[in-house]
């Protein structure tokens, strides 16, 4: 990825999307493992694998503002 | 994989032609040709499906006891250009346009949003989650088979036919599809596994010969899109469609596996999907279909015919296997003994 280190990217009405060299750590500082190199985080605050997106906003007609 | 058994004449004549060497083609084309013509409907027809089916795999895995050297012979490319014909037009006969979209990024991604958002009606997620006992689990998973035992390789024909964000995007994904590089990850190895946990025989294309034309016909029409380089579009929307009607679902087939008592070594690959296609489906909506249509806006009809074709004919399947079990049938052409 050249110069970058990583990227958020902000989709709409969705998840954060994480690429690149990243570490997700949890409340008690221990690396919650990603599983993948892209990851979405939810930003919607229902998912049910949270840090993860589990596509949960869908339904909620969740909505960003841009 | 075996053969698959006939199931009909062109199917047949197809089946002798290839267990023979291929320096001695000689023709099966008429059969096909009377089998094509006299089709009600290719979506259903045993016959031409499972000869279409079989014509396909001589470009995955091949077929034991064919010579390779038959995938590209003139008179079976032949033959399965005159399937391919009516499939297509039958396909293009029975699936609904959705409305067009501006030709940008977001407008695209909108569209697929809308597209493929929950409608709520009955739903062979639903049921399985609620009420599937183990045998129908296992039905579910021989009709799944066909596809995911070669999970993401219809769509990765489309790799060398993209250019930038969109080819990258489907690299993203198909990278992650195939495991990341750890070939225990990789998603057809994972589904193997969920069917060695029911007992099931998990080797390439057993139960080809126990599953109805319209699941022969929903792994077709991948490969007709994916092989095809003029149907760029509608593969690319087919992975679309496919990967944004995925996590909620899988959530639901994963608490069905475990309603069952069954562990996470079975439900490992559903809860993979509930992760992984929150993932992608945003990659391909924006980045891929979304990608795609800013360098080439002409393949926007395309990208949403194949996004449509992948909920019809994936909905016909579910819809067929729901109602076989709710009048206590099996799905099935027959009964698997597990
Ligand atoms: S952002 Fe997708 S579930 Fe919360
Ligand atoms: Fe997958
Ligand atoms: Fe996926």
Known sequence: MLERQGSIELCPDGPLLLRGDFEILGADGEPIDAHRKTVAL?????????????????ASGFRTEE | MRLPEA???????????????ERHARGSGGAIAEAVAGAEDVLTDDDLQVALFVLYEL???????????????????????LIEAAFEARLREVVPRPPRPEPTRRAVADALFE??????????SRFVARQADESQLR?????????????????????????????AALVEIEADEYGGGDPARMHAAIFAQTMRGLGLDDSYGAYVDQVPAITLASANMMSLFGLHRRLRGAIVGHLAAFEMTS????KLYGNGFRRNGFGEDVTWYFDEHVEADAVHEQIAARHLAGGLIEAEPELLDDVLFGASAC????????ERILAAWTTGQSSLRQQVTA
């Open chain 2, 247 to 250: 996590s909620i679902p899988n």
């Open chain 2, 59 to 81: 470009h995955y895995r091949g077929i034991d006891g064919v010579e390779d050297a038959w995938e590209w012979h003139p008179e079976l490319l032949a033959i399965r250009a």
């Open chain 2, 311 to 318: 909920l019809t004919i994936d909905g016909i399947v579910g």
């Open chain 2, 115 to 124: 597209l493929t958002a929950d409608t709520g009606g009955p739903s062979l």
């Open chain 1, 42 to 58: 939810c930003r919607c605050g229902l998912s049910s694998i949270k840090p993860f997106c589990d596509g949960t906003h869908k």
């Open chain 2, 139 to 167: 039905e579910f998973l021989i009709q799944r088979s066909i596809y995911q035992l070669k999970e993401a390789d219809p769509h990765a024909w489309a790799i060398p036919r993209l250019e930038g964000v969109a080819k």
């Open chain 2, 7 to 21: 199931r009909g004449n062109a199917s047949d004549a197809l089946f002798t032609l290839l267990s023979r060497s």
